[in-house]
């Protein structure tokens, strides 16, 4: 019934080798290990009846929240999110090798993606994992999309690699992907910052008209109204002959934005798949 007072119950493991209430790739064979272990405990705590508030009573999402957060603070462990629609995802990505240590709701928020987009996501990217370990590495990043390992695609992989590892996650992965889409969430400093990689090809942290030049043929629009472009890089670093910095750079869009479309078109040819393919997959 609606409204009335609940007996909040801890369920606690108490493990010393395998835990059985573990998630991720742990759970290869779970059965089997849970069986050849001389005991599985489980302990379980009653927690005092939970009495609703009148605002509780007539709102059950806020009731139940709130039992919830109850229960995690007598058990010291965080809550998550995680609905019906991560419980279904979490046997894709098992089998693809991925931890399911993201939920879809925030998925939905900052991607705008819905469960079946995530599972083309999801296939992509076991697709690209070729050592099947949940992570990919500079390596096998450049073998999957065709190309030869270079600076060029060292300085795109380190976008995708949000935390430095090294590897590049399938949270991670969404979220480079999402940065090069066209309908990009992501804030323009963070548009800025994959656009000035692309055209700083010699990684020296400053862009010249050269590689404007190259930059701009490798996205096929030509160098139509590149003498005036680099009319504004001399007035942006007259000192250094046109060679600018990345604040520069980011002025240098603001009085073109032909030159951010370009280098975001070059950054959706490299990567070979955007979350609009993605939508294009599941229609």
Request: glycine letters at 6%.
């Amino acid at each position: 019934l609606p409204g009335v007072p609940v007996q909040p119950i801890v369920l606690s493991y108490p493990h010393r080798h395998l835990n059985v209430a573990d998630v991720g790739h742990c759970t290869n064979f779970m059965e089997l290990r849970m069986m050849v272990q001389l005991a599985n405990r489980m302990e379980v705590t009653l927690l005092p009846a939970y009495r609703p508030s009148a605002e509780e009573a007539a709102n059950a999402a806020l009731f139940a929240q709130n039992v919830r957060d109850l229960i995690a603070s007598a058990k010291q462990v965080p809550t998550t999110r995680h609905s019906y629609e991560d419980l279904f995802l979490a046997a894709t990505a098992h089998s693809a090798g991925i931890s399911q240590d993201f939920e879809m709701e925030r998925v939905t928020k900052l991607f705008n993606l819905k469960s079946d987009e995530v599972r083309v996501l999801i296939q992509r990217f076991h697709e690209v994992d070729r050592k099947n370990t949940g992570r990919i590495e500079f390596e096998g990043f450049c073998a999957a999309l065709g190309v030869g390992e270079s600076e060029r695609m060292r300085k795109l992989f380190e976008i995708f690699d949000a935390n430095d590892d090294g590897h590049i996650n399938f949270m991670e992965f969404m979220c480079g992907l999402a940065l090069v889409s066209a309908d990009s969430p992501f804030a323009a400093e963070d548009r800025y910052r994959l656009v000035f990689a692309i055209y700083d090809r010699d990684g020296d942290g400053r862009v010249e008209v050269e590689e404007l030049r190259r930059t701009l043929q490798e996205a096929g629009v030509g160098t139509l109204g590149l003498e005036e472009i680099e009319d504004d890089l001399i007035r942006l670093c007259p000192e250094a002959r046109g060679r600018i910095s990345y604040e520069e750079f980011c002025v240098l869009l603001e009085w073109n934005s032909e030159l951010l479309r370009a280098g975001l078109d070059v950054a959706r040819a490299r990567t070979r798949f955007t979350l609009s393919d993605v939508r294009e997959a599941v229609r």
